[in-house]
């Protein structure tokens, strides 16, 4: 008999359903919150350093301190399968936990706060695989490495970057305006036109809206259903998208300046930078359409 009670014991045994978050106690939880805990004390002079970079006037990164709420949004669209999918604690997050803290940790003592950034959705994602396992980390993958898009790069690199934009940008206008019969002519960032000179300085060149609206693409096109190679476009075809549209800004400016007189184009500057931004993502949206990505994602909608 006790042969028979014991071979009915283990069907029961092995059909036990792996934990979810659903079923997780109190008990369970401590690791997860001190290991929480310990990463935002580790990043507080860092998200300090973050948002007044975020809140300089012209900044780049105006649009980061939505970041968050979009990546938390996106976790509650996603919440039915993140609240059923099994749990596995991992030890490959090791792998990437103690890399990135160990270059935090360098960066700290070498006063580097872009860099400590960069490293922070890393160590979070390894803390995830760790904790909460690989099934796990696949469904927070995207919210997590969305966050990419609120860290603020180096000051050397952002100005490389600015200043070939605003070439770019500048070249763009001046061609612009002779097609349209201007006598255009352009000596570095300025555009020298027959009643006013035009500067495209570092918040004109177009390298604010780039990050924004690559930002919008990477979001639209991880919520839209389509072809693989046309969510991708949607992503590829920012860049030029962003440089046209600039350019079209700086021609914007420039005819006001031209025909209505300094004090009217720098009104026409202050507010020129949303019709443009609004613009390119009603191009993006309409671009995604064209590549067949026209549905947003039932497995997201329905959640």
Known sequence: ????????????????????????????LVPIAVAVMLLLWLYHRVFDYWYVAWMMKESYYSHAILVPFISGFIVWLKRKQVLETPLRTSALGYAIVLPGLFVFLIMTWAGGSSLQGLVFPFILFGLVLTLLGPAMARQLRFPIGYLFFMCVLPGDV????????????????????????YDAAREGAAINLPNIEV????????????????AFAFLLAYLKEGPRWGRASMIVVTLPLSIILNSLRVVMIALVGEHYGSDAMHAFHDYSGYIVLALAFVALSLFARLVKCQKFSSMLVSS
């Open 1 to 28: 008999m006790e042969m028979v009670k014991d071979l009915s014991q283990k069907p029961h045994e092995s059909s036990r359903s792996e934990q979810t978050l659903q079923d997780l106690r109190w008990p369970d």
């Open 199 to 214: 500067m495209v300085g570092a918040p004109c060149s177009g390298f604010r809206m780039l990050i924004s609206l690559f």
């Open 158 to 181: 952002l100005t490389k970057l600015s200043f070939r934009i605003q070439m770019i940008s500048t070249m763009g206008a001046t061609a612009a305006l002779r097609l349209m019969g």
